[in-house]
């Protein structure tokens, strides 16, 4: 509360500030607004950590609640709970519960139902990886404190039923619409036109979706201002027809705007047209001038006040981003262009969104199309057809069925030549750059670069003979410490591995000195490495190693081969090939990636890394045999040395100490997840490791078993865990190491 009455002070400071004439006053004003944000944020998040929820997270509870969202998806339902109360703890909570029932139940729970469900509140997963993704600051940033699941159907209950009438019909209306789409159109059309008319992309299939994203044309795909624009014009075109006076028409596009606005559920991107939309309009029924920029701070402190998270989504940064830059950009840009391109302003609106844009989509998507410009020309009045077709399919056919299935008709005709517009593009063009995640400052000084660039454009013509050399020297050390702080700061005298975290499942990624990249193993999907190397820019990996052909170490495989170049991939021979080795070998063999089999007595040489293999040995061992016959592989660098065992058991172990292998690492991996049926007490006492990792996550093996970790402890050994720790990351200049783990 006194947080409040603070930031209520300071912003009647800053009003009076902002109406005097000094500069300094007015600096002094917009440090006052940043304090206040400050404080605002700081007063949310300590009420965020003294959630009463806190208390049942991980608990089993009966809890009762109010559903005000549900959205169908491929798996399920899920509901969205507020006014949540734990009747034995005695606890209220006015935060939200995101619960996924996947009971396929027939009687489904609708908005306003008071339920009482039987679960496990949970939070939901933070970034365990470098490069991954935070889906439990992403639910915090929309207000959603836990999740909970619904398994059997006796564990909800319909107790009753509290609905605002208004948002009611609204939910039947979205549900009207829904059923309306699912029976005049084919799949994936119907759910194409849920994503583009409703904002419901949780239907919408990945293919269509990626290959969207592929062009730079994921925006037309949810509800933005792109929609909001074209429903308002439309609401003006006819009020403009009918002659009606400003005032009537602000009131018209209120009521609509604001009810689509509902309809869609409520976001950011219309959020943000439906309110600047309502300025305009208000500006010009008061004869006011209108402002872009102070409209948009405006609407920005508005959304920042109902949801001060929304400023660190990336819906709210490419929705104000995009409208920022093609204000400022796009009269620029349209002014140099030859004569032949100035067909209208959407090339040179499009080019100034993809340039304003650009550290954004890198940051967080970590590639850039370099055909959007081209494909936004083709497609975006494609789509913009099939919108209106769209709304006045929903008009048509509640009035003439006939004439609804008419309509529809074309919008499928016109769905499917989009759709094929797209896979062209996709199949036949360079599409995408992968560009590693930027630094902060990197940002910074390329929306310098390019604020500097328009401002010197709009004083002189386009010519570098009148550039000037002093504007030459500023945009060349620009562009120079782009590179550098993109690419430039990377010590090359350290060995570099990480752990990845990826369940219960083995990914060893090692970055030489000299630039190779290894990767031995990939999980059961391989999604946490790719993100990873998308996250850097890495776009090839110089060797695979699988460790053996189980999934939860080489299903991640197929995946890689399919978006990365990868010169070479090695594994070890089996006595019985299974479906997972044959299917990876035929993806080698299709992709003419080389790819052999190593034993015992190989070596790599991947200066300065050596890697000795250290097993299987021949003949191979029958007992528990795909993971007896694991590739053991010591990776030497210098004085470093770190022992990969993949999944090993007590058999090889035994075999190995026998043989007289030098095992002694000081890193070691530990086999088998850290089951009991290795890390024999010989084995340790040969590999003597200071540091031992245990490639683990969620189980029902008990891995890693106590006495396991008991034995290393016992030497002395420190022993790290994925799923205690995360992603555990080795540092190494070949004499002496440091890790850390990710979760610190």
Same mark, same amino acid.
């Given at each position: 509360?006194l947080?409040?009455?603070?930031?209520?002070?300071?912003?009647f400071?800053?009003?009076?500030l902002?109406h005097?004439?000094?500069?300094?006053?007015?600096?002094i004003?917009?440090?006052?607004?940043?304090?206040?944000?400050?404080?605002?944020?700081?007063?949310?998040?300590?009420?965020?950590?003294?959630?009463?929820?806190?208390?049942?997270v991980?608990e089993?509870?009966e809890?009762?609640?109010?559903i005000?969202?549900?959205? %169908?998806?491929?798996?399920?339902?899920?509901?969205?709970?507020?006014d949540?109360?734990?009747a034995?703890?005695d606890?209220?909570s006015?935060q939200?519960?995101?619960?996924?029932?996947?009971?396929?139940a027939?009687?489904?729970?609708?908005y306003?139902?008071l339920?009482?469900?039987?679960t496990?509140? %949970?939070?939901?997963p933070?970034?365990?990886?470098?490069g991954g993704f935070?889906?439990?600051?992403?639910?915090?940033?929309?207000?959603?404190?836990?999740l909970g699941?619904?398994?059997s159907?006796?564990?909800?209950?319909?107790?009753?039923?509290?609905a605002?009438?208004?948002?009611?019909?609204?939910?039947?209306?979205?549900?009207k619409?829904?059923?309306?789409?699912?029976?005049?159109?084919?799949?994936?059309?119907?759910?194409?036109l849920?994503?583009?008319?409703l904002?419901?992309k949780?239907l919408?299939?990945? %293919?269509?979706?990626?290959?969207?994203r592929?062009?730079?044309?994921?925006?037309l795909?949810v509800?933005s201002?792109?929609?909001?624009?074209?429903?308002?014009?439309?609401?003006?075109?006819?009020?403009?027809k009918?002659?009606?006076?400003?005032?009537?028409?602000l009131?018209?596009?209120?009521?609509?705007?604001g009810?689509?606005?509902l309809?869609?559920?409520?976001?950011?991107?219309?959020?943000?047209a439906?309110?600047?939309i309502?300025l305009?309009l208000?500006?010009?029924?008061?004869?006011?001038?209108?402002?872009?920029?102070?409209?948009?701070?405006?609407?920005?402190?508005?959304i920042?006040?109902?949801n001060p998270?929304?400023?660190f989504?990336?819906?709210?940064?490419?929705?104000?981003?995009?409208?920022?830059a093609?204000?400022y950009?796009?009269?620029?840009?349209?002014? #140099?262009?030859?004569?032949?391109?100035?067909?209208?302003n959407?090339?040179?609106?499009?080019?100034?969104a993809q340039?304003g844009l650009l550290?954004?989509?890198v940051y967080?998507?970590?590639q850039?199309?370099?055909i959007?410009?081209?494909?936004?020309l083709?497609?975006?009045?494609?789509i913009?057809?099939i919108?209106?077709?769209g709304?006045?399919?929903?008009v048509?056919?509640?009035?003439?069925?006939?004439?609804?299935i008419?309509?529809?008709?074309?919008?499928?005709?016109?769905l499917?030549?989009?759709?094929?517009?797209?896979?062209?593009?996709v199949?036949n063009?360079?599409t995408?750059?992968?560009?590693?995640?930027p630094?902060?400052?990197t940002v910074?000084i390329?929306?310098?670069?390019?604020?500097?660039?328009?401002?010197?454009?709009?004083?002189t013509?386009f010519s570098?003979?009148?550039?000037?050399?002093k504007?030459?020297?500023?945009?060349?050390l620009?562009?120079?410490l782009i590179?550098?702080?993109?690419?430039?700061?990377?010590?090359?005298?350290?060995?570099?591995?990480?752990?990845?975290?990826?369940?219960?499942?083995?990914a060893?990624?090692?970055?030489?000195?000299?630039?190779?990249?290894?990767?031995?193993?990939?999980?059961? %999907?391989g999604?946490?490495? #790719?993100?990873?190397?998308?996250?850097?820019?890495?776009?090839s990996?110089?060797?695979i190693?699988i460790?053996h052909f189980h999934?939860?170490?080489?299903?991640?495989?197929?995946?890689l081969?399919?978006?990365?170049?990868?010169?070479?991939?090695?594994y070890?021979?089996?006595?019985?090939k299974?479906?997972?080795?044959?299917?990876?070998?035929?993806?080698?063999e299709?992709n003419k990636?080389?790819?052999?089999?190593?034993?015992a007595?190989?070596?790599?040489?991947a200066?300065?890394?050596?890697?000795?293999?250290l097993g299987?040995?021949?003949?191979?061992?029958?007992?528990?045999?795909?993971?007896?016959?694991?590739?053991?592989?010591?990776a030497i660098?210098?004085?470093?040395?770190?022992?990969?065992?993949?999944?090993?058991?007590k058999?090889?172990?035994?075999?190995?100490v026998?043989?007289?292998?030098?095992?002694?690492?000081?890193?070691?991996?530990?086999?088998?997840?850290g089951?009991?049926?290795?890390?024999?007490e010989?084995?340790?006492e040969?590999?003597k490791?200071?540091?031992?990792?245990?490639q683990?996550?969620?189980n029902?093996?008990?891995?890693?078993?106590?006495?396991?970790?008991?034995?290393?402890?016992?030497?002395?050994?420190?022993?790290?865990?994925?799923?205690q720790?995360g992603a555990?990351?080795?540092?190494t200049?070949?004499?002496?190491?440091?890790?850390?783990?990710?979760l610190?």
């Amino acid at each position: 509360m006194l947080s409040k009455i603070l930031v209520v002070f300071l912003f009647f400071i800053f009003v009076i500030l902002a109406h005097r004439r000094s500069v300094k006053l007015k600096i002094i004003g917009w440090l006052l607004i940043f304090l206040m944000g400050i404080i605002y944020l700081g007063s949310i998040e300590l009420a965020w950590q003294d959630e009463a929820l806190e208390e049942v997270v991980g608990e089993r509870v009966e809890i009762e609640g109010r559903i005000v969202e549900v959205e %169908e998806t491929y798996q399920g339902m899920r509901y969205l709970l507020t006014d949540l109360q734990v009747a034995e703890f005695d606890l209220t909570s006015q935060q939200k519960v995101l619960l996924f029932d996947w009971t396929a139940a027939e009687e489904q729970l609708n908005y306003g139902d008071l339920v009482k469900v039987n679960t496990e509140l %949970e939070l939901a997963p933070r970034k365990r990886n470098p490069g991954g993704f935070s889906y439990q600051n992403y639910l915090k940033r929309n207000g959603i404190y836990a999740l909970g699941h619904i398994n059997s159907s006796s564990q909800v209950k319909r107790i009753g039923r509290r609905a605002n009438f208004f948002l009611e019909q609204v939910f039947n209306l979205r549900v009207k619409i829904t059923q309306l789409l699912d029976s005049h159109f084919s799949n994936p059309n119907n759910y194409i036109l849920q994503a583009l008319l409703l904002g419901n992309k949780s239907l919408l299939p990945p %293919e269509v979706e990626n290959d969207f994203r592929e062009v730079g044309l994921s925006h037309l795909l949810v509800i933005s201002g792109f929609h909001i624009g074209l429903l308002s014009y439309i609401i003006y075109f006819i009020c403009q027809k009918l002659k009606l006076s400003e005032k009537i028409t602000l009131i018209l596009n209120l009521l609509v705007l604001g009810s689509y606005l509902l309809l869609t559920g409520w976001q950011l991107p219309a959020l943000r047209a439906v309110i600047l939309i309502s300025l305009v309009l208000w500006g010009k029924l008061l004869n006011r001038k209108i402002d872009i920029y102070n409209l948009l701070a405006g609407v920005a402190l508005i959304i920042l006040l109902i949801n001060p998270w929304s400023l660190f989504t990336v819906s709210f940064q490419l929705s104000f981003g995009a409208v920022i830059a093609i204000s400022y950009l796009t009269p620029l840009i349209s002014s #140099k262009l030859p004569f032949f391109l100035k067909v209208n302003n959407l090339l040179a609106a499009s080019i100034a969104a993809q340039i304003g844009l650009l550290p954004i989509l890198v940051y967080y998507f970590n590639q850039i199309s370099v055909i959007s410009v081209l494909a936004n020309l083709l497609l975006t009045p494609l789509i913009t057809s099939i919108l209106w077709l769209g709304l006045f399919f929903l008009v048509v056919v509640v009035i003439w069925s006939t004439g609804g299935i008419i309509v529809a008709s074309l919008i499928e005709v016109l769905l499917d030549l989009s759709q094929i517009l797209v896979g062209l593009l996709v199949d036949n063009l360079w599409t995408t750059v992968s560009i590693g995640r930027p630094a902060l400052i990197t940002v910074v000084i390329y929306y310098f670069l390019i604020y500097y660039l328009a401002k010197c454009l709009k004083s002189t013509s386009f010519s570098i003979e009148r550039f000037g050399n002093k504007r030459k020297l500023i945009v060349s050390l620009s562009l120079i410490l782009i590179l550098l702080f993109q690419f430039g700061f990377n010590n090359h005298q350290q060995l570099k591995i990480i752990f990845f975290d990826v369940g219960q499942g083995d990914a060893i990624y090692l970055s030489l000195p000299t630039g190779k990249r290894i990767l031995v193993d990939a999980g059961e %999907e391989g999604i946490e490495i #790719k993100n990873y190397l998308r996250s850097r820019g890495i776009r090839s990996l110089d060797l695979i190693l699988i460790s053996h052909f189980h999934w939860d170490h080489a299903g991640g495989v197929k995946p890689l081969i399919k978006n990365f170049a990868i010169d070479q991939v090695f594994y070890p021979p089996n006595i019985q090939k299974n479906e997972l080795e044959i299917r990876v070998r035929e993806k080698l063999e299709r992709n003419k990636i080389k790819h052999a089999q190593l034993v015992a007595g190989d070596e790599i040489r991947a200066l300065p890394l050596e890697v000795e293999v250290l097993g299987p040995t021949f003949p191979l061992l029958e007992e528990s045999e795909a993971n007896n016959n694991s590739l053991v592989l010591k990776a030497i660098y210098n004085q470093f040395e770190l022992l990969l065992t993949g999944d090993i058991e007590k058999e090889a172990e035994r075999r190995l100490v026998k043989q007289g292998a030098d095992l002694e690492s000081l890193v070691l991996k530990v086999a088998h997840h850290g089951s009991i049926s290795s890390s024999i007490e010989e084995f340790i006492e040969q590999v003597k490791p200071e540091l031992a990792v245990i490639q683990v996550g969620d189980n029902n093996y008990g891995h890693p078993h106590p006495t396991v970790i008991e034995r290393f402890e016992e030497r002395g050994t420190k022993v790290l865990r994925n799923d205690q720790d995360g992603a555990i990351i080795i540092k190494t200049d070949g004499q002496r190491y440091n890790y850390q783990t990710f979760l610190d």
